[in-house]
Structure formats: C-alpha cells, structure tokens
C-alpha cells in the first residue's frame, strides 16, 4: 500500500522560502513520477511540479522558484519554494504514480496535504 507523508508547511511572509518534504512507503520514488500540487480555498486543485528521474516540469506560475527534487536513500520528494507569494498560499499534495501515469487520475496516491499560508 502506497504511503505519503507531507510535512514542512507553515505560515511566511511574502518572499520567504519553504520547503515541503514528502516521505513515500509501499513505492519507491525512484521508479515512480512524483509531483505537487495545490489547492486554494475555492479553487480546483492545480499542478505544481512533477519529477520522473532528472526529469522534471513546473507550472508556469512557479518556474523560476521552485525546485522539486528526489533523495533516493530517504524514498523523498522535496519542494523548495522561494520568493513566496501570497497567492501560493494553498494546500499542497505530494502524489506518486508508475513512471509516467500521473496524468492519470485513476493511477495516482495523494498525501493528506500540507498547509502553506504566505502574509503580505
């Protein structure tokens, strides 16, 4: 059974960084396709960042200023957010699925969530 843990959200000021840890049981994330994503109050949950090896893609809306990264020996993803703003505000999801299946819903494990809250 696949596992995922988030963990590292917090309340920010507007330009502060943050970073979000997602640790992964039942699959390892070696051999997987890992993203974030998030969700606002009142809005549909949105794509983040995905990593499939050292492959990786962004939204436009964060490229620039966040890195997602793997550490193998941890089975954990990680997203490190700079220049925060506070429309990044929003709960963040960690998913895992088979290499190249997170486009599909039907394929895909989700954390609990993490909330990050980003102060003007």
């Known amino acids: 059974q696949v596992q995922l843990v988030e963990s590292g959200g917090g309340l920010v000021q507007a330009g502060d960084s943050l970073r979000l840890s997602c640790a992964a049981s039942?699959?390892?994330?070696?051999?997987?396709?890992m993203a974030w994503f998030r969700q606002a109050p009142g809005e549909e949950r949105e794509f983040v960042a995905r990593i499939s090896g050292l492959s990786t893609v962004y939204a436009d809306s964060v490229k620039g200023r966040f890195t997602i990264s793997l550490d193998n020996a941890k089975n954990t993803v990680f997203l490190h957010m700079s220049s925060l703003k506070p429309d990044d505000t929003a709960v963040y999801y960690c998913a895992a699925a088979p290499l190249g299946r997170m486009s599909q819903a039907a394929d895909r494990h989700w954390g609990q969530g993490t909330q990050v809250t980003v102060s003007s």
């Open positions: 039942g699959r390892s994330v070696s051999t997987s396709t």
